[in-house]
């Protein structure tokens, strides 16, 4: 695993030399020698690279959800987005190879997940969000569906805030209410 420097590492200095922190990080190494661990080992503190302490306000902990060779970088949600068009507005789950799709500005107001039968299990009306990801493990037993406002930057993103795909500002004291629903069907 690469070593942390700078701001961070003398922030976190103190943790390394803690008896949990050894074996975790021991653990860790040996998971690496003997399976196979997304991100690559030299990715896993990546995060501590693009984020100076100084300028963090909020750190979310959370699983980077990429699990295939090639997906995993170490940044949550920073990986180049698949788009993906409807065709008809239907996608045939099982027909599809990524395991990600992210909808831009498509104004997709419904989603209805259907049993193989063609009934519906699930409907969820997205409301007034521009963006749609939905994304599965393949060989899981699951999907998820989440309508965002924005998303992670592409790579190679060097411009400012105003210009992030669907960025989202307030004045101060505005509010926005929205909302979706979900419905599962029996």
């Known amino acids: 695993m690469p070593a942390i420097s700078g701001e ?9 030399k803690k008896e949990y922190y050894k074996k975790l990080f021991a653990k860790v190494n040996e998971e690496y020698k003997t399976q196979t661990i997304f991100p690559p080992a030299n990715d896993i503190f990546n995060a501590f690279h693009y984020a100076p302490l100084n300028e963090v306000k909020v750190v979310i902990l959370g ?11 170490g940044l ?16 045939k789950y099982e027909d599809t190879i990524p395991d990600t799709w992210i909808f831009d500005f498509q104004n997709i107001e419904t989603v209805r997940i259907a049993r193989p039968d063609k009934t519906p299990a699930i409907t969820m009306n997205c409301g ?5 990801a939905v994304w599965a493990n393949p060989t899981g037993s699951f999907i998820c ?6 998303r992670s930057d592409n790579d190679g993103f060097t411009g400012t805030i105003d210009e992030k795909v669907a960025e989202q500002q307030l004045e101060a004291g505005e509010t926005k209410k929205i909302s979706h629903t979900v419905e599962f069907h029996k």
């Open 76 to 91: 949550a949600f920073a990986d180049q987005p698949k788009p993906m068009k409807l065709e008809n507005g239907f996608i």
């Open 145 to 150: 569906l989440e309508p965002w406002f924005g």
């Open 8 to 16: 961070w590492l003398t922030a976190l200095s103190d943790e390394f």
């Open 128 to 132: 007034q969000f521009p963006l749609l």
């Open 63 to 73: 699983q980077d959800p990429y699990h295939g060779e090639g997906e995993a970088n």
